[in-house]
C-alpha cells in the first residue's frame, strides 16, 4: 500500500515529441505527488508538484495530470529536448505528517536529436 | 548549487569499516532526510530529523545511524559495512516537517570494497 509504482522504466523520443511516464499508487491518504528530474552525478531536483484536488497543473513544458478517482497520476513532456534527457522520478507524500517520500522506481528519458 | 551540501562526494572503504556522511541543509532549512539510492532498490527513505529531533524513521539498518546536531547539519553514521551498502546516499532538506520543498544535495557515492 506504501508503493508508488512508475513505468516505463526507459523511454526514448524524437527531439520535439511528447515524453509520457505513468505513475500509480494505493493509498488513498498521499496528498502531495512531487516529480523529480535527476542528472547522472546530481542529486534529484523538484520539477513539478500537484495536490490530489487538483486534476492538471501545468508549468512550461511539463504538466502533470491527476486522476484521483483511478489513483494515478503522469508526467507529461511536450517538445522534448535532448537536455531533458535524465531519470525521472514521481513520489508521494506518506501520510502523518513526515516529510517522508516514497519514490517510484525511475523511468530513464533519452531525447534523441 | 542546490544549497544542500554533501561531503564527501566519494568515499572507498573495505567491509567492515564504519564510515561518517555529513550534510549541511539549506540556510533556514530545519528538517534533513536521508536517502539511500541503489540500482535495484531506487531511492529508499532511511531517516528524517527535525531541528536537532529524529521525525520519521524508514527502512534503516540497525547498523545505521544518524544524528541532526545544533547547528542543523546532519551526519549519517554506516558502520560494519558490507558489499551490498555501495550505494548514492543523498541528504535532502526542507523548510518545514512535512517535506513540501525538498533540496537534495548531490549525494556521496559510498563503495564498500
Redesign the interface.
Known sequence: QQQVKQSPQSLIVQKGGISIINCAYENTAFD?F?W?QQFP??????LI?IRPDVSEKKEGRFTISFNKSAKQFSLHIMDSQPGDSATY?CAA??P???????????TTLQVKP | D?G?TQTPKHLITATGQRVTLRCSPRSGDL?V?WYQQSLDQ????LI?Y?NGEE??K?NILERFSAQQFPDLHSELNLSSLELGDSALY?C?S?P????????????TRLTVV
Open positions: 502531495y512531487p523529480y552525478g546530481k542529486g534529484p531536483a523538484l508538484a522520478f507524500t506518506s502523518g505528517n513526515t516529510g517522508k517520500l516514497i519514490f517510484g522506481q525511475g | 542546490s544542500v528538517s532526510y531506487g531511492l529508499q527513505f528524517q527535525y521525525r520519521a524508514g543523498f535532502a526542507s518545514d516537517r512535512g517535506g513540501r520543498g525538498y533540496t537534495f544535495g548531490s549525494g
